[in-house]
């Protein structure tokens, strides 16, 4: 399990690679991206904060429970934090099964929970403003 | 007795600090900090379901406070 919260680049190919393992037919790669408007407003970037630690480890929790509610082989997840501009790698989630199903399910479970639970807030930079997500997606 | 609350997002910046040490009376459960802290700092009342955390483990209101506990305040996440 490798569980990061990076304020560089995130290398999604080194994450797909670090999650596959001999056993896998299936490794499934979730990334989210900094899409350039919410609600029809123009979205210039997003500024990302984390209580680091707390998100480790809550991250942790979530990742074990994946791997055994899905059988995973392999998890790593990387979340970036800091300024982001538009099309840039937010968070990449990289996950190893057996089969595809459970590494389907087993990644959407994981981003899931992260937007339920994780400690990591963005503020959204418009145009006109700028006001922290309040409303979960 | 005195705690560390960590501030982030709009807390912190209803609060001004993302550090603050803060004191409370023995005993405090986590529904008495935050009444504390809603008396002191007015600005938190806009912040929108907020949760919090002690040694960075989601706690409910009755958590009983100890001296020296790491207490943060969730604002609503939105991570990913």
């Not at chain 1, 480790?56 to 059988?71: D, H, N, P, T």
């Not at chain 2, 935050?34 to 949760?51: A, S």
Request: net charge negative; aromatic share 8%.
């Amino acid at each position: 399990m490798s569980i990061q919260i990076v304020s560089s680049e995130i290398d999604v190919e080194a994450c797909r690679k670090s999650a596959a393992a001999d056993a896998a037919g299936a490794v499934v790669v979730f990334v989210g991206a900094v899409r350039d408007n919410t609600k029809g407003r123009e979205v210039v970037r997003l500024e990302y904060e984390a209580y680091v630690p707390m998100a480790i480890k809550v991250l942790g929790q979530i990742c074990e429970r994946a791997e055994s509610m899905f059988g995973l082989l392999k998890i790593t997840v990387h979340h970036r934090i800091g300024i982001l501009n538009v099309g840039d790698t937010a968070v990449a989630i990289a996950v190893s099964a057996p089969h595809r199903k459970a590494a389907f399910d087993g990644c959407q479970f994981i981003i899931d929970e992260l937007k339920k639970d994780v400690p990591i807030w963005k503020k959204e930079c418009f145009t006109d403003g700028e006001a922290w997500l309040t409303d979960r997606p | 007795m005195h705690i560390q609350l960590f501030c982030f997002g709009q807390v912190k910046e209803a609060i001004g600090a993302n550090l603050v040490d803060f004191e409370c009376d023995e005993g405090d459960s986590v529904k008495a900090l935050k009444m504390k802290l809603l008396n002191v700092y007015g600005g938190l009342k806009e912040v929108p379901d907020f949760r919090f955390a002690v040694n960075q483990e989601y706690v409910g209101e009755d958590y009983e406070l100890s001296e020296n506990d790491e207490v943060a305040i969730i604002p609503p996440v939105s991570g990913g």
